[in-house]
């Protein structure tokens, strides 16, 4: 698998959280490749199914990473120019001076988020941040046209195609969650060269940034013996420091706190040490912050894991991951699944 290719592709989709249709068709078709079954349930999650070879009553595990991105919504207009409420969490820090794609319902539109020139500011707002209620997006329309062409509604996604840095890594938007999606393509990719016992379901969630609908409802109607959470993590960059952030190119990390049922982080550590695969721990000491953290109290309770992509510049439109954490993260995964047995089913409960 070609995984900078497919990152790319991915990163480049767009799929807001709450409209993922166009991502979603991509991972169906990128993870169609090798599972047995594919769908889409009823509130746009992404399932894929691949069955495991065990002759009884097949164990499942449920694999979650979110697919949708932040963005914008347009709430009103004035002269012209276009206001925006943000679609989950949006820094307006690195906002001014951004290309973004308005998604009218007649066609797309391209802008840019402005704001006003420094010269013409107070002296005491020069310095300030500025908020996103002050910011606004220039389409180059006259006002009548802009009535005519956008309305109250239309999606507003940010436009950046994805750049190649140094020592292989790539910077662009969307790598919070596309990253681990692309994982997940590489583990299925290394699952069917292989016997595995459980059936694995995997799922690209929606409105993860929003309100992670998309992993309660698909663990509630999938009700997987066990659960994995793959998300991107804070990455190691100036101004970072402390027990929160890990270094790119080191592989993934490996949660471990009371979001994590404690046999199910030991079994991916272990799997890690098997195969000599570079993996970090990482401490959440309270919530992760990931589809985990709903995942795991679904029904009566799941036993649930999360791994981790660390990930610079998190939330803005230049993401910066390495693609071989997402090959190493996806290596972990199918590792782990490919010795899951009975006994350790039953041991998840002693």
Avoid at 301 to 330: A, C, F, K, N, Y
Wanted: glycine fraction near 10%.
């Amino acid at each position: 698998m070609d995984v900078n290719a497919l990152l790319k592709k991915l990163s480049q989709t767009t799929g807001l959280s709450g409209y993922e249709t166009k991502i979603r068709a991509e991972v169906l078709a990128e993870w169609g490749r090798f599972v047995d079954e594919t769908r889409t349930d009823k509130v746009g999650n992404a399932v894929a199914v691949k069955r495991g070879y065990a002759r009884k009553a097949h164990r499942k595990i449920m694999l979650a990473s979110h697919m949708d991105e932040i963005g914008f919504m347009v709430a009103g207009f004035s002269h012209g120019f276009l206001r925006v409420s943000p679609i989950g969490g949006i820094d307006a820090r690195v906002l001014p001076g951004q290309e973004v794609i308005v998604h009218s319902r007649q066609r797309d539109l391209p802008g840019i988020i402005s704001s006003t020139p420094p010269h013409l500011l107070k002296p005491d707002d020069r310095s300030k941040v500025i908020s996103l209620d002050q910011l606004w997006i220039d389409v180059g329309l006259a006002p009548a046209q802009v009535n005519r062409f956008v309305s109250i509604g239309d999606l507003v996604s940010i436009r950046r195609d994805v750049t190649e840095l140094k020592n292989g890594l790539l910077a662009g938007k969307a790598f919070d969650n596309r990253a681990s999606v692309a994982a997940v393509a590489v583990c299925l990719e290394l699952l069917a060269t292989i016997q595995h016992q459980w059936d694995v379901i995997a799922v690209a969630t929606v409105q993860e940034e929003t309100s992670a609908l998309g992993a309660a409802t698909s663990a509630f109607g999938i009700a997987p013996d066990a659960a994995i959470a793959i998300d991107v993590t804070y990455g190691v960059q100036y101004g970072s420091a402390g027990n929160e952030v890990f270094p790119l190119d080191k592989g993934p990390t490996i949660g471990i706190g009371p979001n994590m049922q404690p046999k199910m982080t030991q079994g991916l550590i272990e799997a890690a040490q098997r195969i000599k695969l570079d993996h970090q721990i990482e401490p959440m000491a309270g919530s992760s912050g990931t589809d985990g953290w709903l995942i795991q109290v679904v029904r009566e309770g799941i036993p649930t894991g999360v791994v981790g992509i660390p990930l610079r510049s998190m939330h803005t439109p230049v993401e910066v991951v390495s693609p071989r954490d997402v090959e190493q993260t996806g290596r972990l995964l199918a590792e782990f699944i490919g010795g899951l047995d009975e006994k350790f089913y039953e041991s998840l409960t002693e």
